[in-house]
């Protein structure tokens, strides 16, 4: 299976941009990339999700590489609310899809 | 109704207890999974129902067994635990077809095995 590879850890000050990377180098041509984030005590929430175009919604931005083998999550304007450990997700497409999450970057956000 | 909900949130069993978690989800989603997180690691697949049968099976060890009565629940027996397993233990669900495959987390049974 294909495997995601992130910083262990990042900070940020509040109200500034972050930019939080994944390395995939072994995705395969149909494999999505999904990012989640797990606040304690609770279960991942969605984020994001791309296949080969960068993608925006309300919560963040997706850069996806050219060839796909990195990503970039991308926080306009960080807040304390966003401390949580973000994860990497590539989404396996044979038969039924199969997420296999990465080992995570835990994001600090700094008043 | 976006929710995936789990019961019970703790659970505390002997390694000779019979128990189970329960996971139930109302959004017509047509895959539910199992995932196991230990502290500070990331989730880990256990099992992906796909329209109630069992899709996934990621070499779990048969002292856990997976039930999909129907579309709507998911169940995880346990039985013969080890100190080992005791983790928190995630339900999700995601649509089977199309685009939109984003998983729904509940917020996970933990599980404390003596």
């Known amino acids: 299976d294909a495997k995601t590879t992130q910083p262990n850890s990042m900070e940020s000050n509040e109200e500034e941009p972050v930019h939080l990377p994944c390395n995939h180098s072994t995705i395969s041509g149909t494999d999505y990339i999904h990012w989640y984030r797990q606040l304690p005590s609770q279960g991942p929430e969605y984020v994001i999700h791309?296949?080969?175009s960068n993608v925006n919604n309300r919560m963040a931005s997706l850069a996806i590489a050219e060839d796909r083998k990195s990503s970039t999550l991308i926080l306009h304007r960080a807040t304390l609310r966003d401390a949580a450990v973000y994860y990497c997700?590539?989404?396996?497409?044979?038969?039924?899809?199969?997420?296999?999450f990465g080992t995570g970057t835990r994001l600090k956000v700094l008043a | 109704d976006t929710e995936v909900t789990q019961t019970p949130k703790h659970l505390v069993m002997g390694m000779t207890n019979k128990k189970s978690l329960k996971c139930e989800q109302h959004?017509?989603?047509?895959?539910m999974y199992w995932y196991k997180q230990k502290a500070k690691k990331p989730p880990e697949l256990m099992f992906v129902y796909s329209y109630e049968k069992l899709s996934i099976n990621e070499s779990v060890p048969s002292r856990f067994s997976p039930e999909c009565p129907n579309s709507s629940l998911l169940n995880l027996h346990l039985h013969a635990l080890q100190p080992e397993d005791s983790a928190l233990y995630l339900c999700?669900?995601?649509?089977?077809?199309?685009?939109?495959?984003?998983?729904?987390f509940g917020e996970g049974s933990r599980l404390t095995v003596l």
């Open positions: 997700i590539l989404s396996i497409t044979s038969g039924t899809y199969k997420y296999i």
């Open positions: 959004m017509g989603h047509r895959a």
């Open positions: 791309g296949l080969t």
């Open positions: 999700a669900s995601s649509h089977e077809r199309g685009r939109r495959r984003e998983l729904f």
